[in-house]
C-alpha cells in the first residue's frame, strides 16, 4: 500500500487529489453530466408522439441534476450548497421514475433501462457523499 505526505497530513493508499476550483471540476458532476448525455440520447429515440411529453421530462429533470450541483456550488453558504444537492436528488429519483415509465411502455429495453437507472443511482451515491462532505466542511468551520 502507498503512502504520501500532503502538507502535514499522511494518507494511506491515496493518490493526490487535484484541486477543486470550479464546479466542473466536482466528480459528482462530472458523472452526471454523462448521465444527461446518456438520458439525451435516450429521450431521442422516444416515439414522436413522446417529444413533448415524456421526452421533455427526460430532458428536464437530467439537466436539473447537473444545473442544480453547478449553481450549488456557487451558492455563499455550505447549507445553501447541500440544499442544492438535495434538489438534484430529487431529480434523479424523478428521472428514475420516468424511467420506470420508458420501461412499461417499452420504449428501452430492460438491459437499456438497468443500465441508465444504474447510472442514476451512481450519481445519487455521488451526491449522498458530496452532502456528507459539504455538512462536514460546515461544521469544521463552525
Known sequence: MRTEKLDSFEVVGAAP????TDFRDL???KVARQLRAAIYGAARELPDFEKYGLASQLRRAATSVTANIAEGYGR???QENAQFCR???GSLYELRDHLSTCLDEHYLSKDESAELDGLAQRVTQLINGYIRSTLAL???AS
Not at 487529489?17 to 477543486?20: N, P
Request: charged letters at 25%.
Open 27 to 29: 466528480e459528482v458532476w
Open 87 to 89: 434538489q438534484a436528488r
Open 76 to 78: 455563499y453558504s455550505y
Open 17 to 20: 487529489r487535484a484541486a477543486i
Open 138 to 140: 460546515k461544521a469544521g
